[in-house]
């Protein structure tokens, strides 16, 4: 089992910034693909990004690329998804999920854990 943690939601104006935070408990934390999705009121939970156990790849939906970036530090059981220049459209509920698959994977379903997701709202 492995329990995830999101922080550092909150609200935000177009164009400023936030860092989420997912902090994992349990099992090997560098064994787990970890992946970023969001879920705007009304709409199917979607994609972010994920990053590879090692770090070493990361992949990114359209919408955010290069806007945002994922980041892990297995030392401290913990991904981050730092957001640079926000938008009203990024407002959701973001998760963080664990996979147990050893490669990128944009699918929801192929995520086994998930955290509970925090609140990010950019205004206008």
Known sequence: QVQLVESGGGLVQAGGSLRLSCAASGRTFSNYVMGWFRQA???????????????????????????????????????YLQMNSLKPEDTAVYYCAASTLKSVVTNFSAYNYWGQGTQVTVSS
């Open 41 to 79: 009121p009304g709409k199917e939970r979607e994609f972010v990004a994920v990053i590879t156990g090692n770090g070493v790849t990361t992949y990114y939906a359209g919408s955010v690329k290069g806007r945002f970036t994922i980041s892990r530090d297995n030392a401290k059981n913990t991904v």
